[in-house]
């Protein structure tokens, strides 16, 4: 938002990226109208189970390739 110059916005955003959308409406207030979550998936402490879990699957050299299949699943 202030890379663009603009404020206050409303922030649209769903599964994990709601999680950056409530991030940024704490970090710069003023700068957030407002926040819309779809399917949000915003959780406390990640379990270290599933820690592992996200490294493996951000891992390369397969990272990339899990996660264009998995988004065309969608």
Request: net charge positive; hydrophobic share 55%; proline share 3%.
């Amino acid at each position: 938002i202030r890379h663009l110059d603009g404020g206050p916005a409303l922030i649209i955003s769903t599964s994990m990226a709601a999680g950056a959308a409530a991030w940024a409406a704490v970090e710069a207030s003023s700068l957030v109208a407002g926040i819309v979550m779809i399917g949000a998936a915003v959780h406390g402490e990640v379990s270290g189970a599933n820690r592992l879990l996200y490294k493996a699957l951000f891992a390369r050299p397969w990272g990339v390739a899990f996660w264009q299949w998995y988004y065309t699943t969608l």
